[in-house]
Nanobody, 115 residues
Framework: QVQLVESGGGLVQPGGSLRLSCAASRRIFSIYVMGWYRQAPGKERELVAA???????NYAGSVKGRFGISRDNGKNTVYLQMNSLKPEDSAVYYC?????????WGQGTQVTVSS
C-alpha cells in the first residue's frame, strides 16, 4: 500500500489557478501510474489526469489545455496545475497510485471555484 497525502485545495475565483500536490510514502514511487480524480456532489468519481512513471500523460477532455499533471520522482510527489478554473471544476480532488491491480487513494482535497 502507498500512503498518499494531498494538499493545495481551496477557494478560488473563476479564471484563477491552483496547484494540488500529492506526496507518496513509497520510495519506488517512480513505477506507479499516478492520477488525479475528482468527485462533485451527486456525481461519479472521474479521472482528471494521469501520468506514467516515464512521464506520459492523459487528460479528461474537459480539462485539456487548462490543467497540467507532472511528477517529481525524487520527491515522491505528483502535482496538478489547474488554470482557468471554472465553477464546474468544483469537486473533491483525489490522488491515486496504481501498480498492476493495486490501487491506493488519498483522503481528498476540496476545490471550490466561486465568485
Amino acid at each position: 500500500q502507498v500512503q498518499l497525502v494531498e494538499s493545495g485545495g481551496g477557494l478560488v475565483q473563476p479564471g484563477g489557478s491552483l496547484r494540488l500536490s500529492c506526496a507518496a510514502s513509497r520510495r519506488i514511487f517512480s513505477i506507479y501510474v499516478m492520477g488525479w480524480y475528482r468527485q462533485a456532489p451527486g456525481k461519479e468519481r472521474e479521472l482528471v489526469a494521469a501520468i506514467t512513471g516515464g512521464g506520459s500523460t492523459n487528460y479528461a477532455g474537459s480539462v485539456k489545455g487548462r490543467f497540467g499533471i507532472s511528477r517529481d520522482n525524487g520527491k515522491n510527489t505528483v502535482y496538478l496545475q489547474m488554470n482557468s478554473l471554472k465553477p464546474e471544476d468544483s469537486a473533491v480532488y483525489y490522488c491515486n497510485a496504481k501498480l498492476g491491480s493495486l490501487s491506493s487513494w488519498g483522503q481528498g482535497t476540496q476545490v471550490t471555484v466561486s465568485s
